[in-house]
């Protein structure tokens, strides 16, 4: 089954990383693009992910996972290779209603990360719901060459305007009238 395309808003969902090494750094890496609200628990962690957890002031433990630790998150990223830790912190999250992602092994996923471009305000993201990351990846390199270099101006501006303008269909329309000029130029 398809994985169902949404944009969460990371404000106020704590999330916690399991695991320390490569994976584990990957992830962090691509969620310090949208919070920072992160703790990490690993028996060990990579000197380039200890430098990026003191660089951000992250929180982190360094010490193997204990049953309970999830129980003040709202997100758990499962980066280790122990499948059966895999399961039990999913099974865990599932009694407390914590969304679970556990790398490589989709069965004990709510959710995937897909590949992305973010510029500024813009976000793409692309997903092959796990059949081919490698096509997802490509995609996005494709994808991020065809992005206006202006578009973080454009968006800023069409921000302004919407903040603005009355609600409305001429607003709406206009709007719309505005953004389709922008992209046939090019």
């Known amino acids: 089954m398809a994985y169902f395309p949404a944009f969460l808003k990371l404000d106020d969902k704590k999330i916690l990383i399991v695991g320390g090494g490569h994976i584990a750094h990957e992830k962090l890496l691509r969620l310090l693009d949208f919070t920072e609200d992160i703790t990490l628990i690993a028996e060990y962690f990579l000197p380039e992910l ?15 996972y204990k049953k309970g630790d ?36 989709v069965d004990y996923c709510d959710f995937i990360f897909p590949s992305y471009v973010k510029k500024d305000d813009l976000t793409i993201a692309i997903s092959t ?51 389709e000029k922008f992209i046939e130029k090019f």
Do not use: W
Request: contains cysteine.
């Open 70 to 105: 999830i129980d003040t998150f709202k997100i758990v990223i499962v980066a280790v290779d122990d499948i059966s830790l895999q399961k039990d912190i999913f099974l865990e999250a599932k009694k407390i209603s914590c969304l679970c992602n556990a790398v490589d092994a």
């Open 129 to 179: 719901s796990g059949t081919s990351p490698a096509l997802a990846k490509h995609l996005r390199i494709y994808l991020s060459k065809l992005i206006p270099k202006n578009i973080s101006n454009f968006l800023k501006e069409m921000k302004e305007l919407r903040k603005s303008l009355p609600k409305g269909k001429e607003r709406m329309n206009m709007l719309d009238k505005k953004a």
């Open 50 to 64: 200890l430098e990026k957890i003191e660089e951000k002031n992250l929180s982190y433990k360094k010490r193997r």
